[in-house]
C-alpha cells in the first residue's frame, strides 16, 4: 500500500516559487497566495526548535496565520523523522513513521491517526503552493511535547520521553518537615484591563479614524498579521467586553471590525481586533498617551495622475491611475448608458474633470467628480458590451477595459430587466426557469444553442438585485445563470424586437409571502439531549410545515434545506426583503422538568393598525400547537435579545416546539406521527395569521 502512495510523493506539493521574501533578523515580510487571494504578510519570526535544534526553513518560513503557527508539512514531517505522501486526487496528505499513519486534508479539521478520526481547530492549507500544517496538529497527533514562549515567538517540540532519575540507595531516614506548597500557577497571574469601546467614523465623509479603547492602560499591542484585505492586531493583557463583529462602520475602507478573545499558549488571554478593508489603503497605528487608547488612522490620498493607451496587441483600453498612497480602489458597473465606474475612497483630486479619451478604443467618454465630500468617482462611458479587469499597486491601478465575449444584449438595473435581441426567434414557452435560490442564483434555459447570437462569459451588475449573469452553452441549450443577491422571481416575454427577462421581488408577484427558517445548522448544531440534535429536528419540522402549505395560496422559501448554517443576519435580511412574515423554527432546553411550547417575538417599531404583527402571529401558532397536541401551554414570550426577532422589520416568531431536554417532550417529537401534528397546527395558524391583512 504504501509504495502505491510513494509514487504520488508531492507532485504538487514542491511546486511554486516564494514571491518577493525579506527577512531582517526577527522579521518576515513577504506575499503570502491562500483562499485565492494574494496576502500582504509582515510579522516576527518565527523560531522552530526541535530538541533545542532550530530547524533552518528551506524555501517556506512558519508563518502566523488567523493566530495559528503554519509549517510546511514536508519539512516538518521529515525532520521528525517521517514519510510524507501526497494523495493529488484526494486532497490528502499521508504522514508515516514507524508507529503511526497520519491522513490530512486540505481545508478540512477532521485528520485520521491510526485509523481514528481527530479534529483540529486549524486545517492544513495550501500557501504559496506548499502545504502548510498548524504545528500544533502535527505535535499533538505524533503524541510530541509542544510549548511556545510568546517573546521569543519560539515553537519548541520535543521528541524525547521525559524521564527521572533511578532512585538512589537510601541513607538512614531523617525527620521530613513539613512540605510547603508550590507555586505552581495553572495561569498567569495578569491584571487585565478590559477593552469596551471601538468608535467609528461619524460618517463615510468624515475622517477614517478608528478608536480602539480600554477601561485602563493597555499594557502592549501587536499588529501581527498585515494584509491588503485586513488588519489584524493582539491587544495583551486584555480581556474583551466588544461586540464579536461590527458592520456599521461608516466607512468606505472598513466594511467591517470583527473581535474575539483568545488564549495563548501560556494560559494568558488575549483580545484581538481584526479590521476588513474594502482595498488596500495606508493607515497608521499609534496610541494615545495614557494607553488607553489605539488609533487607526487612514490617510488622504490625492490621486495626482491619470494615463490612457490602446495596447493593440491585446486589444485593450489601458488606463493607470496614481496617487500618493494607495489607492483603496473599488470598481462597479452601471447600465443605461453603461459604465465602468472607478470609487476612491478618502481621497483628494488633483484630475480634470473632463478626461481626453481619444486614446482608447472602447471607452466613448470619461469624467472625474467628488461622489461626495471624500469620495472621488471616476466614471467611464463604454458604448457596447464591455469587461474589464484591474490590478492594484502601493500607489496606482491599472484598469482594462475590453470587448466582451457577450453580445446582443443589455441590462437596464433601473428596471431589473434583461433585454435579449431578437435575432432568431425563441419559443418563449420552451424556456425553463430553475429556481437554485438557497445556492444563490437562477438559471433561464434557452430552448436551443444561442451561443453565436448571444455569446458567453460573464456580465457584471453588482447591484443589491443581481450580483452577475452568466452565459454559457452546454448539451446545445444555452444558460443564463442570474447570480442574485437577493432571492428573486423571473419571467420571460417577447416584445417584438427583442425579449424581455424580468426580474422582480416575490412580494410584487405573489400576494402572501412566508419564510421558513430551521434554526441553527451546519457548524451550530443548537441544543442537544435524549438523543436528538436541534438541527436537524429543527429541519425535520420546518420541512413538514412547509409540505402543510402547499396549495394554500402561501408563497414559502426556506433559509436552508440541508445541514448548513446561513447566518442569522442573513437569515433577518432576507426576511426583511422579500417576505410578509418569517416563522423559525426551534427546540427549547432546560432542566429535565421544564416541559412544553412556547412562542418567542418582539414588538417591532412598525406594529401599528389592524394588519398582521409578531405579537399576533405568536399568539395564534401558540394557540394552534397546544389545541391541537394538548403539550404543557407556556404562553408567548416578548424578548429583546434574539438577533433573528431584532434584526427583522416583517412579523417574525420563533417557535420553540418543545424541550430537547425533557424525556417525555423528546419521546413525542421523536415520532412521525407526532411531527405531522404540530406541523399542521403551525401550518393552520399561518393560514390564518396571513388573513389578517398585511402591511
Not at 503557527?69 to 504522514?95: D, F, H, K
Not at 484630475?351 to 472621488?376: I, P, Q, S, W, Y
Request: negative net charge.
Amino acid at each position: 500500500m504504501r509504495s502505491k502512495w510513494k509514487r504520488l510523493l508531492l507532485t504538487t506539493m514542491a511546486v511554486g516559487m516564494l514571491s518577493s521574501v525579506t527577512a531582517y533578523a526577527a522579521n518576515v515580510s513577504m506575499n503570502l497566495f491562500y483562499n485565492g487571494k494574494n496576502h500582504t504578510y509582515n510579522a516576527k519570526e518565527i523560531v522552530v526548535q526541535i530538541d533545542g535544534k532550530k530547524m533552518t526553513p528551506k524555501d517556506m518560513p512558519a508563518v502566523a496565520i488567523d493566530g495559528r503557527t503554519m509549517l510546511p508539512m514536508r519539512q516538518i514531517a521529515q525532520e521528525l523523522g517521517c514519510e510524507v505522501v501526497w494523495n493529488e486526487e484526494a486532497q490528502q496528505v499521508y504522514v508515516v513513521n514507524d508507529d503511526y499513519t497520519l491522513v490530512f486534508e486540505i481545508n478540512k479539521t477532521a485528520g485520521i491517526k491510526n485509523g481514528k478520526t481527530f479534529t483540529m481547530d486549524v486545517p492544513p492549507m495550501i500557501v504559496n503552493d506548499r502545504t502548510m500544517l498548524p504545528v500544533r496538529a502535527l505535535a499533538t497527533a505524533l503524541d510530541l511535547n509542544i510549548t511556545w514562549d510568546d517573546p521569543s515567538r519560539t515553537v519548541s517540540i520535543s521528541t524525547k520521553e521525559e524521564t527521572t532519575k533511578p532512585p538512589t540507595t537510601p541513607t538512614t531516614p531523617t525527620t521530613p518537615t513539613t512540605p510547603t506548597t508550590p507555586n505552581t500557577p495553572t495561569t498567569p497571574n495578569i491584571n487585565y484591563v478590559t477593552l469596551n469601546k471601538v468608535n467609528v467614523p461619524a460618517s463615510k465623509t468624515a475622517g477614517q479614524t478608528f478608536t480602539i479603547q480600554a477601561n485602563g492602560a493597555i499594557p502592549s499591542y501587536e499588529e501581527i498579521l498585515v494584509a491588503d484585505n485586513k488588519i489584524v492586531l493582539d491587544f495583551y493583557g486584555t480581556k474583551s467586553g466588544l461586540a464579536s463583529n461590527i458592520t456599521a462602520t461608516n466607512s468606505s475602507i472598513v466594511s467591517a471590525v470583527r473581535t474575539a478573545q483568545h488564549t495563548a499558549e501560556d494560559g494568558s488571554v488575549y483580545t484581538r481586533v481584526v479590521l476588513d478593508l474594502n482595498s488596500k489603503k495606508k493607515y497608521e497605528v499609534t496610541q494615545s498617551a495614557d494607553k488607553t487608547k489605539v488609533y487607526i488612522t487612514f490617510s488622504k490620498v490625492t490621486v495626482d495622475n491619470i494615463s490612457m493607451r490602446h495596447n493593440p496587441n491585446t486589444n485593450k483600453d489601458v488606463i493607470e491611475i496614481e496617487g500618493d498612497s494607495a489607492l483603496g480602489v473599488s470598481v462597479s458597473t452601471l447600465a443605461n448608458p453603461n459604465r465602468i465606474v472607478v470609487d476612491i475612497p478618502n481621497a483628494i483630486s488633483e484630475l480634470d474633470n473632463t478626461l481626453d479619451v481619444k486614446a482608447l478604443d472602447f471607452v466613448t467618454a470619461g469624467r472625474t467628480a467628488m461622489f461626495n465630500e471624500t469620495t472621488l468617482r471616476i466614471v467611464f462611458e463604454v458604448g457596447d458590451l464591455t469587461e474589464y479587469s484591474y490590478t492594484t499597486d502601493s500607489d496606482s491601478m491599472t484598469l482594462q477595459i475590453y470587448r466582451s465575449t457577450m453580445k446582443n444584449m443589455s441590462y437596464d438595473a433601473n428596471k431589473d430587466v434583461l433585454y435579449l435581441q431578437k435575432e432568431e426567434k425563441i419559443n418563449t414557452d420552451s424556456v425553463k426557469i430553475n429556481d437554485n435560490y438557497l445556492n444563490g442564483y437562477v438559471d433561464v434555459v434557452l430552448p436551443g444553442d444561442y451561443e453565436d447570437i448571444y455569446g458567453y462569459g460573464t456580465y457584471e451588475i453588482g447591484d443589491d438585485v443581481i450580483k452577475n449573469i452568466q452565459i454559457s452553452t452546454n448539451g446545445g441549450k444555452t444558460t443564463l445563470r442570474f447570480n442574485q443577491s437577493r432571492i428573486s422571481c423571473y419571467s420571460i416575454k417577447d416584445d417584438g424586437d427583442r425579449y424581455i427577462i424580468s426580474v422582480k421581488n416575490p412580494q410584487d408577484v405573489y400576494d402572501k409571502v412566508l419564510l421558513l427558517d430551521a434554526g441553527h445548522g451546519g457548524s451550530d448544531p443548537g441544543a442537544s439531549g435524549n438523543g436528538i440534535i436541534e438541527k436537524n429536528m429543527n429541519l425535520t419540522i420546518m420541512q413538514k410545515v412547509a409540505q402543510q402549505l402547499e396549495g394554500s395560496g402561501i408563497k414559502v422559501y426556506v433559509t436552508r434545506n440541508s445541514d448548513v448554517y446561513p447566518s442569522n443576519n442573513s437569515r433577518a435580511q432576507t426576511a426583511n426583503a422579500i417576505a410578509d412574515a418569517m416563522v423559525s423554527i426551534h427546540m427549547n432546553s432546560g432542566s429535565a422538568t421544564a416541559n412544553g411550547t412556547e412562542v418567542l417575538y418582539k414588538v417591532h417599531s412598525n406594529d401599528t393598525g389592524s394588519g398582521l404583527t409578531s405579537q399576533k402571529l405568536a399568539e395564534l401558532i401558540q394557540s394552534s400547537i397546544v389545541r391541537a397536541t394538548g403539550n404543557n401551554n407556556r404562553g408567548t414570550k416578548h424578548r429583546t435579545d434574539l438577533l433573528i426577532l431584532n434584526g427583522t422589520t416583517v412579523p417574525t416568531v420563533i417557535v420553540e416546539t418543545l424541550f430537547i431536554s425533557n424525556p417525555g417532550d423528546a419521546l413525542k417529537i421523536n415520532q412521525a406521527a407526532y411531527q405531522n401534528t404540530i406541523a399542521k397546527a403551525i401550518a393552520d395558524a399561518i393560514e390564518e395569521a396571513f388573513e389578517y391583512g398585511l402591511r
